[in-house]
């Protein structure tokens, strides 16, 4: 294995102000007329109401310099408001149910066009979320004229150029509209118009098809979810999946490299026969390692006993999952809370292909029954995703590949926002087999993370 500093990259100098100035920002409508109508959000798109912002950064290229790539992506984004209509609505409360839905008002998207006085390489490692990012997507202080007070746009386009002729690309999604596979296939389909062919995949928008069941049947008992004690109609719209109490948090990445990784399925098969290593995957070994050494950070640094109980949960893509499956082409949320639970005695003493195992049974657990029962109990009670932490992961996701007319994303990443129980997988930048960990932890809890990363990695 490599040394301490291969595995962990400490906070590098970064401009933290980009310099950025907004040129001018608009609305942009559909090309088309469309239809007038509201767009029923299921279960699952409705605890979602909160923006995903994300950046894509392209090197300079002699026949798109920047001004000629925004007034492409402004064009394409009005082509693509036709079949992804509701992108430019807006949320709604039915009055009836009390329920989030989108109004297809053609209301519109904004489009932002800015520049920075840096250079792409003055920024720094692209992979580090550096939080000056988030000037690359800014998601208000639009022009005073531009929108009404209380107008809320559900998409949000910025391109940014830099110096050397670069140019990154900002977007805002509200997380209802998408989740990460859709927004992948909403970038392939940004892409193909922007070159002028059609559509690479048809989007499917009837989100019914996640409806809860009528009458609703919970048929499991869902300890991934908490109930809040609240009716309908009186929640607020933005109450937190997790934690949000402010508190000063350490920040590292821990990278692992493809043969870290081989490594660490290596170590998983050491104590199980072949038939049973099927679970020994990339991300059920990396997500181990990282729940076993949360867990026992967290416990050594607030003294709490062995018998505690962790539970882990990540997100498993339902579409192939149900019966029949959903189309791959189902544009909203399609994803729901797997578990894995333990004591964290058990996350010491058992061997590690018994914990990868146990991530694994969170994925395997969910069939078409406990999909629906899921989203039935979304029907049933108010509540949110409940776990000690949640690890999302954009390692595979591909919004690197999407080929524009401009050439593929130097790197792409989300504008990220650090929380202690959210810890965030990322592609490397010139290699998908390799990953990313971030991780941010109070002091002391970091201190021992990265003690026990390192001596369960050797």
């Not at 942009?28 to 912002?53: C, G, R």
């Not at 069941?213 to 300890?223: A, L």
């Not at 578990?339 to 292909?353: G, H, R, T, V």
């Not at 390692?395 to 524009?404: A, D, I, P, R, T």
């Amino acid at each position: 294995m490599g040394s301490l500093d291969h595995h962990h990259q400490e906070s590098p100098p970064l401009p933290q102000d980009l310099k950025v100035t907004i040129q001018h920002s608009s609305l942009v409508f559909p090309s088309q007329e469309t239809e007038k109508k509201s767009l029923f959000l299921s279960n699952i798109d409705q605890v979602l109401n909160f923006s995903v912002e994300t950046v894509h950064f392209f090197e300079s290229h002699k026949d798109f310099p920047p001004h000629v790539v925004a007034e492409k992506l402004r064009n394409t984004l009005a082509k693509i408001l036709v079949p992804y209509d509701f992108l430019a609505g807006r949320l709604k409360a039915n009055a009836k149910t009390g329920k989030m839905e989108i109004d297809c008002n053609a209301a519109g998207a904004v489009f932002i066009v800015a520049s920075s006085e840096y250079k792409l390489d003055d920024i720094g490692d692209l992979v580090y979320p550096n939080p000056g990012f988030k000037q690359l997507i800014i998601n208000s202080s639009f022009d005073d004229n531009l929108l009404e007070q209380d107008d809320k746009p559900l998409c949000i386009f910025q391109v940014t150029s830099f110096k050397c002729g670069g140019f990154s690309i900002g977007t805002s999604t509200n997380h209802a509209t998408f989740d990460g596979l859709s927004f992948k296939v909403f970038l392939d389909n940004l892409a193909a118009l922007a070159a002028d062919k059609p559509l690479a995949i048809i989007p499917c928008n009837d989100r019914r098809l996640l409806a809860a069941r009528s009458p609703p049947r919970v048929t499991f008992d869902h300890p991934e979810m908490l109930k809040l004690k609240m009716p309908f109609g009186e929640e607020s719209n933005n109450a937190p999946i997790f934690d949000i109490t402010q508190e000063d948090l350490d920040f590292k990445i821990f990278r692992l490299t493809p043969d870290d990784i081989a490594n660490l399925k290596e170590k998983a098969k050491a104590t199980v026969d072949n038939e049973n290593s099927r679970y020994i995957t990339g991300f059920n070994v990396v997500s181990a390692l990282i729940w076993r050494c949360k867990a026992l950070s967290y416990d050594h640094a607030k003294g709490k006993t062995p018998e505690r109980e962790s539970r882990m949960l990540y997100a498993v893509d339902i579409r192939p999952r149900l019966n029949p499956p959903l189309p791959a082409s189902y544009v909203g949320n399609a994803v729901l809370s797997a578990y894995a639970n333990a004591k964290c005695e058990e996350l010491k003493e058992k061997p590690f292909s018994r914990l990868v195992e146990m991530v694994s049974e969170g994925a395997k657990r969910m069939s078409d029954e406990y999909a629906r029962s899921a989203i039935d109990w979304g029907e049933t009670y108010k509540g949110f995703p409940h776990g000690e932490f949640l690890v999302s992961s954009w390692w595979k996701l591909g919004f690197s590949k999407v080929e524009y007319p401009w050439g593929k994303p130097k790197y792409s990443c989300p504008v990220v926002y650090h929380k202690k129980d959210i810890i965030l997988l990322f592609p490397n930048i010139d290699n998908d087999n390799g990953v990313n960990v971030l991780v941010s932890l109070p002091s002391k809890e970091m201190v021992e993370f990265e003690s026990l990363f390192n001596k369960y990695l050797g």
